[in-house]
């Protein structure tokens, strides 16, 4: 179970990575790019690190937002 999770979120994080780079509108590559920031925060959460996921979305997708 956790190591399906792992690879679905992995293959979306890598997904957004990618449409990010690739995405000619730059409102679109920002909406990917946090899309990619919350993978990541969803990594940190089973990593059982909430407080680090919480600053990443806070730090990271807010300052975007």
Known sequence: MELTLFVIVGALAIV???M???SEN???SALFLILN???IAF???MLNA???AMV???VYA???M
């Open 16 to 18: 957004a990575a990618a």
């Open 20 to 22: 990010m780079l690739i």
């Open 26 to 28: 730059a409102v679109y």
């Open 37 to 39: 920031f919350a993978a």
């Open 43 to 45: 990594f940190f959460l």
């Open 50 to 52: 909430p407080f680090l």
């Open 56 to 58: 990443q979305i806070v």
């Open 62 to 64: 807010g300052a975007i």
